[in-house]
């Protein structure tokens, strides 16, 4: 069986069951002005990664293997977003507040939107999802199962926010989950490193971890 050299070791890649999720590389995250900025994030730290994602997903596009991109952002109405979420800390702009990018984290404003750089390409799914998990209130599970689905290939941000969120999620849906290390930035360098280390600690308790080239070169 192919493989994709990964720690904490080699990942059983299987050509047949396994898909992209490329998460949240929205605008509100990696530009100034947005969600990520309005935290008192240094919104630079995640632009490094682009042409990286980019990468692994034109060798997803050119290997005919399905490529899934999510985005963080709620209705314009609200409904989907707890007051929890909205009213926590102190932010410079709330959910749901006029930005300079639009309303920040709303579906419909600029804000929301997938960077241009690593937009969809036509058939490719886009999850919006109202959480940090990629599972919770979409239809996610259904739509990889209906599919055939069973690895998963994590790469976006942050990567101990809604990437490590959305990796449980999938680990214990029994999914394979594999976070491909260049591939995803947090704001907090050290906290990058320590989910890699959480992740693929104690036999790969949530996963495995493997840079971008590892993936390609399996893919070829
Ligand atoms: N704040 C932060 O690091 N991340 C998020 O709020 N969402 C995602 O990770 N997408």
Redesign the pocket.
């Known amino acids: 069986m192919p493989t994709i050299k990964a720690a904490p070791f080699d990942f059983p890649f299987e050509r047949d069951s396994i898909a992209l999720i490329v998460?949240?590389m929205?605008r509100d995250?990696v530009e100034p002005g947005g969600?990520?900025a309005t935290?008192g994030?240094d919104v630079s730290l995640l632009q490094a990664i682009i042409p990286t994602v980019a990468a692994l997903i034109g060798g997803f596009r050119e290997a005919g293997l399905p490529v899934i991109h999510t985005r963080?952002c709620h209705r314009p109405d609200l409904s989907d977003c707890p007051p929890a979420k909205r009213l926590r800390g102190n932010p410079s702009l709330r959910i749901g507040d006029e930005g300079p990018m639009g309303r920040i984290l709303i579906a419909d404003a600029p804000g929301a939107d997938i960077i241009p750089e690593l937009a969809p390409a036509s058939g490719e799914w886009v999850i919006d999802k109202p959480g940090?998990g990629a599972f919770y209130a979409t239809g996610l599970q259904e739509y990889l199962d209906r599919r055939g689905i069973r690895q998963l290939v994590f790469a976006?941000?942050?990567?101990?926010?809604?990437?490590q969120?959305t990796m449980r999620e999938a680990n214990d849906r029994g999914y394979d989950g594999l976070l491909a290390t260049d591939a995803t930035e947090?704001?907090?360098p050290a906290f990058k490193q320590a989910a890699i280390e959480m992740i693929t600690a104690q036999g790969g308790i949530v996963g495995w971890a493997a840079p971008v080239a590892a993936v390609l070169e399996a893919l070829d």
């Open positions: 998460i949240d929205q995250f969600f990520g935290l994030n963080e940090k976006g941000v942050t990567t101990e926010v809604c990437v969120t947090s704001y907090f």
